[in-house]
């Protein structure tokens, strides 16, 4: 079975400063991983996905993401925060099936 | 394009109304998604259609009723809700094939219809 775990309900951090979301996962096989952004009141919008190619993603908005699968880890980074960025994060895994499985989400928070 | 669109943006409806929420996409996808979210928490899922038919039910009670019309087009029809029931309705779309990888395994999604039940 699959399961995604989200380390951290809530991040804040200070704007220009690194950004970590940590984001682990359970799966029987190499698995499809994403990552997430929603806005108040708004729908999910991909930053990035892992398919089995790179271990090392960029997405957008200068954020990235690096599957290491002896960790089981998939964690989101960001070199330095921007206040648009304050929103929720969910990391998302699929099965064969093509069943997607949510993390519980981190809230990240940005403060001037 | 990688848009899917949903109407209304808002709904506000009685116990006793019947409504619908809509849910569009032109991408060729033939994997549409229903999901209920609550705040601050993750979507739940509610239905999948794959191919035009009906492939999860996640248990959901009746008076939410999907329908998709053809490929392009995925309805909730929604009678005799509860003030529980309120949340945002999000819609997704994918390729739809099992066998590839890469683009045909995400989800996209919509905006969503903020619900209020009263």
């Known amino acids: 079975a699959q399961s995604v775990t989200q380390l951290d309900s809530h991040v804040s951090v200070s704007e220009g400063t690194p950004v970590l979301l940590r984001c682990n996962y359970s799966?029987?096989?190499?698995?499809?991983l994403f990552w997430y952004v929603q806005h108040p009141n708004k729908g999910l919008q991909l930053l990035l996905k892992y398919t089995s190619a790179a271990t090392l993603v960029k997405g957008i908005n200068g954020f990235e993401a690096e599957f290491k699968k002896s960790e089981t880890s998939f964690h989101l980074t960001k070199p330095s925060a921007h206040m648009s960025d304050a929103a929720e994060y969910f990391c998302v895994v699929s099965d064969r099936r093509n069943q997607f499985y949510f993390g519980t989400g981190t809230s990240l928070t940005v403060i001037p | 394009d990688t848009e899917v669109t949903q109407t209304p943006k808002h709904l506000v409806m009685g116990m006793t109304n019947k409504k619908s929420l809509k849910c569009e996409q032109h991408?060729?996808?033939?994997?549409m998604y229903w999901y209920k979210q609550k705040a601050k928490k993750p979507p739940e899922l509610m239905f999948v259609?794959?191919?035009?038919?009906?492939?999860i039910n996640e248990s959901v009670p009746s008076r939410f009723s999907p329908e998709c019309p053809n490929s392009s087009l995925l309805n909730l029809h929604l009678h005799a809700l509860q003030p529980e029931d309120s949340a945002l309705y999000l819609c997704a779309s994918r390729q739809g094939s099992n066998r590839a990888r890469g683009r045909e395994d995400t989800q996209y999604f919509g905006p969503g219809t903020r619900l209020t039940v009263l």
């Open positions: 799966s029987s096989y190499s698995p499809s």
């Open positions: 259609y794959s191919y035009e038919k009906l492939s």
């Open positions: 991408m060729g996808h033939r994997a």
